[in-house]
């Protein structure tokens, strides 16, 4: 009843290809944005927002960008900490080296320098599949964290190899307050989310996900496997450069490459798989269930009034935790992207089923 | 429909396993059951809820899970039944009780922000002062505490230039840092090899914890290396250090005169077996003061006998011990093992405790004795001024060192003694060595000068 697109009839072209096709789509964007942008920084603490939603669409932002890759091209990455941690470096020696440059503009170099170690790591994406390339990404981690912890020129000769950076000031604009970081964050992941949705729509998104479906058969069909993958491998570093980089900035304020170790790709890859492979809105959702279920679990026994020790309760979070992970993969293989998907279907014959 | 079945099952056991091991938790705390249905009425006063509005909340960053937990249980345990006794033995700090609440960290800095996040507005005045216990943790919170004009306590870790309290007005490592305790390491084997000149030539490699915190004391080997011409060989580990065959396996090769070991949990009982491995003498290693506590050694047991720790404070008990035995544990309120009470690291974190409340006593004698700002606390921490006879009336005679900060000098004692294990406990082994102000007051100036200037600071210049 209320998601039925009985009625809207679609008379040109443009009209079919629209991002949201169905009015509803549109009401239901339009008032999420309404929610992000006017209802949270009106009713949010300021726990809520440095805890809760920075961290979770600054990940929002990482797992899109591996989606790109894992789900719609189906490249394998293990490295998305890695590509994190160029783009944070990246931004963080453009910010020192190259004085009154702007913030926001050395995010996008550190992006685009997470581009280049993308690319060239991607090239090994031409010749080895699957499992070997998640190996071969595996190797990036590894280099990257070599690299930062070692090479002190990354991290200007800090004697301890921790950074620490002042809050993102643009134009004398100062983004220090929770309030202001979360916009920041919000706008940079709605301008990329945009960028995703019409990339995957469009003729570079249809190569990519031919070629994740039979490659042999996307090249006979015209389609050139360098090119698909490497573009996969550039624009999905992108994005993940440019999430570490306001990871780094705007969340941490303070970091040492054990930041961006191999636990947090790993967690990002979760992210898109209990998302949901090939889905924006799947990066979203899988990073939220991984970034708050945890916090969740872990003040759930507080809230609840049982007195146990802080040891018991973290145990009880990881094995509630994978536990979760293994019924919602059990259940619904495909990521919360399909439970949200099944839902709106649902909807659509509310309350009168068939 | 078929997975129905799956999803109530799980959503049953969730509430089941909490309440099942919540009582495991009770019954394994109390070692006799009588008593610990006596703990009911008795907790009442000294365990004090954090929502009380007349109690000063003190949040504690602990970590009881994962590679660090034998050597973070103990710290935590002595910090919070510290600050237990003082509410049981003295009904609070001047009459105002402790509430507190423990975040588990698991000694990850993305997680020690999120507890810094969720304790530092708690109870009525906010949180009181942080001890971040990890330098990692220290260094981002370092960034966050001048904002929320909160005091950290970084005692024996943190920035080591963080002594400068007109560039890091908000962080205070008392009893020393990082380049404090190098420098007794390095003045030490200069002492047993007749001055320091003596050092030339020498092989000295550092085996450290692949972290801010191994890293610390990096600069200040390198400039001591250059003044006696001694070789440093750096060595890191990386987390959470279990894996050390290829280090050791160079050590053999190299051959050094001494090592120094800057490990933290796991690492260090794990340097200590390789280090038995390929034989290297126990009694040419020197560990920092957080590789220098039982659960570094006891796994090792008869092979690590005659390593040495540079120590902030060696096992045994003082009147507050007996104290915390008496009113906590015979109580069924202790929170580990009776045998626990009096260990390195718990004395280690009962002595940092014993520095947040005699801070919060001292900010109490200029803003009035009710729950106090971090703000205020600051103030008392940077002005605390203890003495001998404070601490003989604390009864933690010998247990605590008197200190006199100032905002020049937020560290307040240079000097430490060596402890060594002798197969069954942790004995000093030296009398107190000094570190060189000579050299370490230059380091801090530039360091803190430096990170003033990135950082975009108005230093203000200390009076005193």
């Known amino acids: 009843m209320f998601y039925r697109e009985a009625g809207q009839f679609k008379t040109s072209y443009k009209a079919d290809q629209a991002v949201f096709p169905i009015f509803q789509d549109k009401v239901f964007v339009a008032i999420w944005l309404l929610i992000g942008f006017v209802v949270i920084p009106m009713l949010a603490n300021e726990y809520v927002f440095r805890a809760i939603f920075i961290p979770v669409i600054i990940m929002a932002l990482a797992a899109i960008g591996l989606n790109l890759l894992v789900g719609y091209c189906g490249q394998v990455s293990l490295g998305s900490g890695a590509f994190m941690a160029v783009g944070a470096y990246a931004a963080y020696n453009f910010m020192i080296r190259i004085p009154d440059l702007n913030p926001l503009i050395c995010f996008l170099l550190g992006g685009l320098s997470a581009t280049v170690v993308g690319v060239i790591f991607g090239i090994p994406s031409l010749r080895i599949k699957g499992f070997y390339l998640a190996v071969a990404t595996l190797a990036l981690q590894f280099f990257t964290d070599w690299t930062f912890s070692r090479i002190d020129w990354f991290t200007n000769y800090t004697p301890s190899g921790s950074i620490a950076v002042q809050p993102v000031a643009v134009w004398g604009f100062v983004f220090d307050s929770p309030i202001r970081k979360y916009l920041l964050c919000l706008t940079v992941l709605v301008i990329f989310t945009i960028i995703a949705k019409n990339l995957v729509r469009g003729r570079i998104g249809r190569a990519w996900m031919a070629t994740r479906d039979m490659d042999v058969a996307a090249e006979i069909i015209g389609i050139r496997p360098i090119f698909a993958k490497l573009s996969a491998f550039a624009v999905s570093s992108f994005f993940i450069g440019v999430a570490g980089a306001l990871w780094a900035f705007v969340h941490l304020g303070s970091w040492e490459p054990l930041a961006f170790d191999i636990n947090l790709s790993f967690s990002i890859l979760f992210m898109v798989i209990i998302g949901g492979l090939g889905s924006i809105v799947g990066g979203m959702l899988g990073a939220a269930f991984i970034t708050l279920l945890p916090l969740f679990l872990n003040q759930l026994p507080i809230w609840l009034g049982i007195n146990m020790s802080t040891a018991m309760v973290s145990h009880l979070e990881y094995m509630i935790f994978g536990a979760l992970i293994i019924f919602f993969l059990a259940v619904e293989p495909l990521g919360l992207a399909r439970i949200w998907q099944i839902t709106k279907e649902k909807l659509r014959l509310w309350p009168f089923p068939h | ?464």
């Open chain 2, 1 to 464: 429909m078929k997975y129905d079945l799956l999803l109530r099952a799980l959503l049953l056991s969730v509430p089941l396993v909490m309440i099942g091991c919540g009582q495991d938790e009770g019954e394994s705390n109390s070692n006799n059951p009588p008593e610990a249905t006596k703990s009911a009425s008795n907790a009442e006063g000294i365990i004090v809820d954090v929502s009380d509005d007349n109690a000063q909340f003190i949040p504690v960053l602990s970590y009881r899970t994962g590679p660090y937990a034998p050597n973070g249980m103990p710290v935590a345990n002595g910090f919070t039944e510290y600050l237990k006794v003082i509410n049981a033995r003295d009904g609070g700090i001047n009459g105002v009780k402790i509430s507190f609440e423990e975040c588990e960290t698991g000694y990850a800095t993305a997680r020690s922000i999120e507890c810094y996040e969720r304790l530092k507005n708690k109870g009525p005045t906010g949180a009181a002062v942080f001890n971040p216990m990890s330098t990692g943790a220290t260094f981002a919170i370092t960034e966050k505490a001048p904002v929320d004009k909160i005091p950290l306590i970084t005692m024996g870790y943190g920035r080591s230039e963080s002594r400068n309290g007109g560039v890091f007005p908000w962080n205070f490592p008392i009893y020393g840092t990082y380049w404090t305790a190098a420098d007794v390491l390095i003045t030490h084997l200069g002492n047993i090899n007749g001055g320091l000149d003596n050092l030339k030539g020498k092989k000295i490699a550092l085996v450290y914890h692949d972290s801010p915190f191994g890293k610390e004391p990096i600069p200040l080997l390198e400039k001591r290396a250059s003044m006696h011409d001694f070789e440093l060989s750096k060595l890191p580990v990386t987390h959470p250090g279990v894996e050390q065959k290829s280090t050791w396996i160079k050590i053999r090769k190299e051959q050094p005169d001494y090592v120094l070991l800057w490990g933290w949990g796991v690492m260090n009982s794990t340097a200590i077996k390789e280090a038995t491995g390929v034989r290297y003498p126990r009694d040419q290693i020197y560990g920092i003061w957080w590789a220098g506590a039982e659960p570094d050694v006891r796994p090792a047991a008869a092979d690590a006998v005659g390593y040495q720790a540079v120590s902030m404070i060696s096992s045994g008990q003082a009147q507050v011990h007996k104290d915390i035995l008496s009113y906590l544990y015979d109580a069924g309120l202790g929170s580990g093992e009776r045998e626990g009470v009096g260990e390195v690291l718990y004395n280690v974190g009962l002595l940092n405790a014993a520095l947040v409340v005699e801070s919060i006593r001292k900010a109490q004698s200029k803003y009035g004795e009710k729950p106090l700002t971090g703000e205020q606390v600051r103030w008392g921490i940077e002005n605390l001024n203890i003495t001998e006879q404070n601490i003989q009336d604390l009864g933690l005679a010998g247990y605590m060192y008197p200190v006199n900060l100032s905002c020049s000098d937020h560290e307040g004692k240079r000097a430490a003694r060596l402890h060594r294990w002798n197969g069954e406990s942790w004995e000093y082994s030296t009398d107190w060595i000094s570190g060189d102000d000579a050299v370490l007051q230059p380091m801090v100036k530039s360091a803190s000068d430096t990170y003033a200037k990135e950082a975009g600071l108005d230093t203000t210049a200390c009076d005193s």
